[in-house]
């Protein structure tokens, strides 16, 4: 797996754990097996953004279509106690999407990321993600 393939996995990782794809094992075919609503083993960016969608319901629990760094933390560490080394890298995961700084994140924040990481994922740039790219 490429580097920048690595660096990206995270923003599936999030997607995952934010929409209950995580699985026992830990396998990524696990969670883009979630991902992919219609189950024909090919992603695309609708199915990505769909489960955005769901990270923000499942995060935000004022409803105000925008999330921060505290509802993340509340909804983490609800997942696992925070001196889990993987929940600030959680929480820092919703954060960096928030792309104009403003200390909240909006779906379309998180949709224009996940966006830009799924273009970066479709390696052949055919729209659509599969193991292949993966």
């Given at each position: 797996?490429?580097?920048?393939?690595?660096?990206?996995?995270?923003?599936?990782?999030?997607?995952?754990?934010?929409?209950?794809?995580?699985?026992?094992?830990?396998?990524?075919?696990?969670?883009?097996?979630?991902?992919?609503?219609?189950?024909?083993?090919?992603?695309?960016?609708?199915?990505?953004?769909?489960?955005?969608?769901?990270?923000?319901?499942?995060?935000?629990?004022?409803?105000?279509?925008?999330?921060?760094?505290?509802?993340?933390?509340?909804?983490?560490?609800?997942?696992?106690?925070?001196?889990?080394?993987k929940t600030p890298k959680r929480i820092?995961?919703?954060?960096?999407?928030?792309?104009?700084?403003?200390?909240?994140?909006?779906?379309?924040?998180?949709?224009a990321k996940g966006t830009s990481d799924?273009?970066?994922?479709?390696?052949?740039?055919?729209?659509?993600?599969?193991?292949?790219?993966m």
């Open positions: 797996m490429n580097s920048t393939i690595k660096t990206l996995i995270p923003s599936l990782f999030l997607v995952a754990i934010c929409t209950g794809a995580i699985a026992a094992d830990g396998k990524l075919s696990d969670r883009f097996s979630k991902m992919d609503r219609n189950k024909d083993g090919i992603l695309t960016l609708e199915e990505f953004n769909h489960e955005i969608g769901e990270t923000v319901k499942n995060i935000d629990k004022n409803r105000d279509k925008e999330l921060t760094a505290a509802e993340a933390e509340t909804y983490f560490t609800a997942i696992a106690p925070i001196t889990d080394p820092a995961g919703v954060m960096r999407n928030d792309l104009n700084g403003d200390g909240r994140v909006t779906i379309e924040e998180m949709k799924f273009k970066t994922i479709d390696k052949n740039g055919d729209g659509v993600v599969t193991a292949a790219d």
